[in-house]
């Protein structure tokens, strides 16, 4: 098996080549955005704090993540939180500064970007092993090899391993013949994890809430924005605010949210809001490379880490992997790496 084309250049696919080029296995990564990083995207400008529109946030209980982290020489800095948040109960009462409980299990960023994971892993595989803009739409089994059909052009392959999340491979890839009814059926219900989130940020010269009657760490009943924290670098040079909007605000334009959240910070803030260097947002709905419509209701993690996704297809020529597949952790980087770890350990069985 020497052509294994591996689908999306998130931190799955990425790691799944770079675990498979350590054991000497050659991949093609096909990327239907024009970047990698798929759920993991820092926003930069050198001016400002790095801001994290996708994952940002690992626990003590990540251990493939850490285990990468550790190979790849990134360290991690915990959470700024301060010892006081902003709590807003409800709409008609003013937001209380309170107390933080100690926090026992305190969240760790990847230092230098969560990008710094996706560039590092790149920066271990050859160049031409990662095509961007190439968009999967179709996969055929034509017998001596599977076809792969991208807007662009054909590819083929004596494997092909998937990481798109699977309610979007579902949906978005034609496959002849169709997958097992099973797979389909269980794909097509599987929660993606965060997929239609809202993530806003803020820059500032001055990280003004680190005062003594102040903070960065604001929970709020009220909204629009129900949760908001330190985004400075780990650095503490250049400083940020950033946090997650109601999901109901998708369909609103982007002004009328920058709008409501400045309008919502000036209850803890003031003037000082105003202060803002840039505002920065992403809807990941939006996203037609993340996110798909749900037919039905469906919960958090809903499939994730079924057993269908750890079986082999097309007589051991078709993985599904990707962060939603991952037994433990699903939907989190640390999924995304477990089920590269899962796939290359399949894939040498056979090879
Ligand atoms: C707002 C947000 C916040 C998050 N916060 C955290 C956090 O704090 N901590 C945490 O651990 N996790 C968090 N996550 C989840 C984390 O980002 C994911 O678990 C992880 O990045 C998934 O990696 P993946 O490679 O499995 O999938 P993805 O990153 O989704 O990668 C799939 C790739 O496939 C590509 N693709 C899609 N369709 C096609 C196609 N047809 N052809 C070719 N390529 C295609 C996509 O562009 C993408 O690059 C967050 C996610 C979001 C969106």
Known sequence: MKNIVVLGGGLSGLTTAYLLKNEDISTTILEGRDRIGGRIHTLRNDAEAPIEMGATWLGKKHTHLLDLLDQLNIGTTQQFMGNKGFYEPMSVSPPQLVDLPPNKEPSY???????NLIHSLANQLD???ILLNERVRSIADIGNSLQI???NTNFDADA???TLPPKLLIESIRFTPSLPDKLQNIAAGTHTWMADSIKVALTFER????GSNSSGTIFSNVGPVNEMYDHSDEQQ???ALKGFMN???H???QEKRKQLVLDQLRRFYGDKTDSYISYRETVWKNKPLTYTEYDDPIIPHQHNGHKVFQQSYWDHRLFISGSETAPSFPGYMDGAVESAQRVVTQLKKLI
């Open 109 to 115: 960023r990847i230092d230098g970007g969560s990008d």
């Open 127 to 129: 160049q031409n092993q």
């Open 149 to 151: 059909q991208t807007n």
């Open 160 to 162: 092909v391993i998937s």
């Open 207 to 210: 990280p003004f809430w680190k």
């Open 237 to 239: 040079s250049r400083y």
């Open 247 to 249: 999901t109901a605000y």
């Open 251 to 253: 369909s609103v334009s």
